[in-house]
């Protein structure tokens, strides 16, 4: 997904090939596809793509900060390592709010019967 860093700031995403900007509106570090919100896990720590992994990183939830701030929780498909990732200003909206909605969408018990 992220080739080096390269005189465009480019990279191309693994999942869906779009081609992304590191720029993003609201994040220093962007490290995600805004179309697909996928990611590559490449960070020890935001930025320092210190990883040896690798591996394409699933987005699988929607957490908020204390300050209402929205962040994709991502794990990864190689090692399993699960990472907060802030979401940038030109995120797919259609996305995130499917993964903000997932929990309640598909609950892990039934729902006939409810009171």
Not at 14 to 28: E, I, K, L, N, Q
Not at 62 to 86: D, M, P, Q, T, Y
Request: glycine letters at 8%; proline letters at 7%.
């Amino acid at each position: 997904m992220h080739d080096k860093f390269n005189k465009e700031q480019v990279f191309t995403c693994r999942h869906c090939g779009r081609r992304v900007s590191f720029s993003a509106p609201g994040t220093a570090h962007r490290n995600h596809c805004p179309s697909c919100l996928r990611s590559v896990h490449l960070d020890k720590l935001p930025g320092d793509r210190a990883a040896a992994c690798g591996a394409v990183m699933e987005p699988i939830a929607i957490s908020v900060r204390s300050r209402g701030e929205w962040v994709i929780i991502h794990r990864c498909s190689g090692c399993g390592a699960l990472k907060e990732n802030r979401i940038a200003g030109d995120d797919n909206e259609i996305a995130l709010l499917s993964l903000a909605v997932r929990p309640v969408a598909s609950p892990p018990f039934p729902l006939d019967g409810l009171v």
